[in-house]
């Protein structure tokens, strides 16, 4: 319900009371202020104008006069030299008035801006000629520090000189711009100014502040500068941050181990310019350190430290930033060290991110294409064969500047005519061949008492490819070694990398003693070394990848270390005399059979000589004997000889009798308890063996065992387990009676010394399969061959 | 009489000094302190040279070599004195017709050789 306003009696807010006199007073006083406002504004602005208009009317005043002073010269007429001495009365009394040499001051700082050459010579002389600068001492004792800066800076642009000493003292004014201002003017008048100052200066210097001091430095006209090296001790960081900046600037090089100690500082400012005058001097001694301050460093001094490793890095930190690549998480600075890796060994590291597998641009192809596909790819594959074959004909080229000097060291040597053996290695690879003969030896010795320049020559030859030839023992210095490999269709050559030479050497041995490696006819008459046979004797097994054992290993390493030793007694000589004019040598066969070695045309080519299957099989066949048998196998290296009419098998059969003839035991120590042989073959490998390959190997027993199988074969029975006692039973009394039957004529044929095919005539077609094939042989070695063969067939699935 | 030369530059300091020193040198200077006192000059008059600031008022250095060689089409020397010598202001003051550029501070005699010698080519 509402109240009639007639009915309130009490209003619930009162207006104040107010005097309408002092309102009037106060607008009379509003009014004054402001009238004391404007009046005072006009005031000081017509003050100021009338000071500026003066002001312009003193500099024109002037400035007739001070041209008078700027171009007067001795040329001048009368007129003119009185006219300029009256100037000058005129001037000095001018500057009586405080006004006046003010407006000169200026109008001289003016035009000392705008004026270059003689004028400003001239003027500065004017100057202080005036007596100008002594209003600028005064002004030093001010107690107001922009006109005790604006002193400074006066001393400064009119290069009073002998204001140095009262300037110096501000060095280490608390005011910044009077310090900063008083470093200038220090630095600027005097050449020994920057000493002082880089000796005295307590606070920090500006960056700004730098860039202005080294502008005065950098126009000082023939300016001298300091060895700067001499602050970087200094306890003032900034002095430090400075003088390697003015090192850097003015490139003096004479402080690296200060700078690289200072890699280590705490400031961050002070490691990245230490990192910068590192590369820009070029300091390599510094990368040990830049490695070790790495770890700790901060992300932008780690991009510089990456980015001086580049600059100065070698080869030799690869590892270290490899490391780095695998441990740096931050993005940056794993994609810098990858830049790094790439600027010291280009192209190191190739792009992986978003880069499509190859299979995503295979092309597939309908039936009809695909045997045009196919027959592409046969043709590529014969072509790779055929390129491979070339590349290693061609491979190692030398240029014509190495063969120039390769005139008389290069030499033809016919071992034939010799017992001798010659050897080609440079002065840290050793070539070797495993063949037992003296005569089977090609061997080209580059020893140490060459004339110096036949050493450099042979030298050269270190960028050589010789990994075809035999294997290589010296692993330090080999460095390529290209692998030859012979499949079942045909010959490929196969390049191994660096590291998987390491591997080779280590685990496998090449022998390529079948190859035919005769030279020309040389006198090679003295002094060349001879070779143990059994130090270079290769090994092969059935699958052709022979693992070296221990101590076959550490003979091929005597045997090097014994090789160099004797190729440093090589009479060189008497090879070089045997050098053809025409710089052409050959390297064959006795029988000229394949071009293995040439040296034509300047350049050095080497051929790989294949041989036939046949040949090759006889050639494992022959090696594996050489390796494991004994007199026994006599009678089958004369069949192997029978059926092979290779001159290659022939000798290698050869060779392989005569030593088993001089090492045969006769048969009454053969069989005796001391040596073994009386106990069967198989006693070892069937202790050795699991369950089933024992079941395997009494069913071989049973097919070539004879009465020496039978220890064995009663001890199995008494200590196996059921089913290789009734086997072992099984085969006992199949051999049992075979021996009944065949006594006579085993016991004839121990009578024989010398007629070793007591055991082959045993069982004949046992021989027989022998000769058909090595894996079928009649011989227990054959058998013994064919058993590993099945077994690692069965192991290897 | 002297090669007449026209001084235009708005620093009454500097442009005394030189209107000195050319006068000196044998020239008949006249000196205009903005670029609207030189075109009206110009509109009466061409000096055999023009010896001009960039920074002036009214009309820039940059403007006066536009207005003499395109309005006027005239071929009088023109050298060009400024402060601002960054490699823009020059580049685009000799694309317009400008015949020599010099920086601040500057030599009297130098200006003095440098005028003689764009005179008598």
Known sequence: ?797 | MGNRVLLADDDQLLASLLNFRLKKGGYQVHHSSNGKEVKEYLQNEMPDIIVSDIMMPYCSGIELIDYVRNELKSKTPIIIISSAGNEQNVLTAFELGANDFITKPVSPTELLVRIAREINK
């Not at chain 1, 002094?527 to 059935?542: A, K, N, R």
């Not at chain 1, 060779?655 to 001391?674: A, G, M, T, V, W």
């Open chain 1, 1 to 797: 319900m509402l109240i009639p306003p007639n009915q309130i009696r009490i209003s619930l807010i009162n207006a104040p009371e107010f005097n309408l006199e002092y309102l009037w007073w106060l607008t009379i006083l509003f009014f004054v202020l402001a009238v004391i406002y404007f009046i005072g504004v006009f005031v000081i602005r017509n003050k100021i104008s009338s000071k500026n208009k003066r002001t312009k009317n003193k500099k024109v005043e002037f400035s007739p006069m001070i041209n008078e002073f700027l171009f007067y010269d001795d040329s001048n007429t009368k007129e003119e030299k009185m006219n300029y001495l009256n100037l000058k009365i005129q001037i000095r009394e001018l500057i009586k008035n405080d006004f006046d040499r003010k407006v000169l001051t200026e109008v001289l700082l003016d035009l000392r801006k705008d004026l270059s050459g003689n004028s400003q010579k001239v003027l500065i002389d004017l100057y202080k000629d005036l007596g100008l600068h002594h209003d600028a001492f005064q002004k030093l004792g001010s107690f107001r520090w922009q006109v005790v800066s604006r002193g400074i800076q006066q001393l400064t642009t009119m290069e009073v000189e002998d204001a140095y000493g009262l300037v110096i003292k501000f060095i280490n004014h608390r005011q910044s711009t009077i310090r900063k201002q008083a470093e200038i003017a220090v630095v600027n008048l005097k050449e020994e100014g920057i000493k002082y100052f880089l000796d005295n200066t307590r606070y920090k210097i500006a960056e700004w502040q730098q860039l202005k001091l080294l502008d005065v430095l950098r126009h000082k006209p023939n300016y001298t500068p300091p060895q700067f090296g001499l602050w970087l001790t200094s306890d003032n960081t900034h002095v430090v941050l400075f003088a390697l900046r003015l090192i850097k600037y003015f490139k003096q090089n004479d402080a690296e181990q200060s700078i690289i100690t200072l890699l280590k500082h705490k400031k961050r400012d002070i490691q990245a310019e230490a990192i910068q005058c590192i590369i820009d001097f070029h300091f390599t001694n510094a990368i040990l350190t830049l490695k070790l301050v790495y770890k700790k460093a901060s992300h932008d001094i780690k991009l510089s430290i990456l980015d001086a490793i580049g600059e100065l890095g070698t080869i030799a930190e690869v590892p270290f930033l490899e490391n780095l690549q695998l441990t740096e998480r931050k993005f940056h600075i794993k994609n810098k060290v990858i830049s790094t890796l790439n600027k010291i060994d280009p192209e190191r590291i190739l792009p992986t991110k978003n880069i499509e597998t190859s299979e995503f641009y295979n092309v597939y192809f309908d039936e009809n294409d695909q045997a045009l596909v196919n027959e592409f790819a046969e043709d590529d594959e014969e072509t790779y064969v055929e390129n491979t074959t070339d590349e290693i004909a061609t491979e190692v080229e030398m240029d014509s500047e190495t063969l120039e000097e390769i005139d008389e060291p290069i030499t033809t040597v016919d071992h034939l005519n010799t017992d001798n053996q010659t050897e080609i290695i440079n002065e840290d690879v050793l070539v070797d061949e495993a063949l037992t003969a003296e005569t089977d030896f090609i061997n080209v010795a580059l020893d140490d008492a060459l004339p110096k320049k036949e050493t450099n020559v042979i030298s050269s030859t270190a960028g050589l490819d010789l990994s075809f030839l035999p294997h290589i023992e010296n692993e330090k210095t080999m460095e390529e070694v290209v692998e030859n490999s012979l499949d079942d269709n045909n010959s490929k050559a196969e390049i191994s990398s660096e590291d998987d030479v390491e591997q080779s050497v280590e685990d496998e041995e090449f022998s390529f003693h079948f190859l035919p490696v005769v030279v020309d006819e040389i006198s090679t008459k003295n002094e060349i070394p001879t070779f143990e046979e059994d130090d270079f004797e290769p090994l092969f097994l059935l699958n052709e990848t022979a693992v070296l054992d221990e101590g076959k290993e550490n003979e091929m390493e005597n045997s090097n270390e014994d090789s160099k030793s004797t190729i440093a007694e090589i009479d060189w000589s008497s090879v070089n005399n045997a050098a053809n004019d025409d710089n052409e040598i050959v390297v064959t066969d006795a029988n000229a059979i394949e071009e293995m070695i040439s040296f034509k045309n300047n350049h050095i080519s080497f051929s790989p000589n294949f041989i036939s299957q046949k040949e090759l099989d006889a050639m494992v066949l022959l090696e594996n004997i050489h390796e494991m048998g004994d007199s026994r196998e006599l009678e089958l290296l004369h069949d192997i000889i029978e059926e092979n009419s290779s001159e290659i098998v022939t000798e290698r059969a050869n060779q392989i009798i005569q030593k088993f003839s001089y090492q045969s035991l006769r048969p009454s120590e053969l069989f005796s308890e001391e040596k073994g042989f009386g106990d069967s073959v198989f006693t070892d490998i069937y202790h050795r063996a699991d369950y089933e390959t024992k079941l395997m190997l009494l069913d071989e027993i049973m097919n070539v065992g004879t009465t020496k199988e039978i220890q064995l074969l009663e001890n199995i029975i008494e200590s196996e387990s059921n089913e290789l006692v009734d086997k072992a039973t099984e085969v006992l009394s199949f051999i049992k009676s075979n021996s009944n039957n065949k006594l006579p004529e085993t016991f004839l044929e121990q009578d024989s010394i010398f007629s070793v095919d007591f055991e082959l005539d045993l069982n004949e077609a046992a021989k027989q399969n022998s000769l058909d094939s090595n894996e079928n042989g009649s011989t227990l070695f054959d058998q013994l061959c064919n058993m590993s063969n099945s077994l690692y067939n069965k192991l290897n699935g």
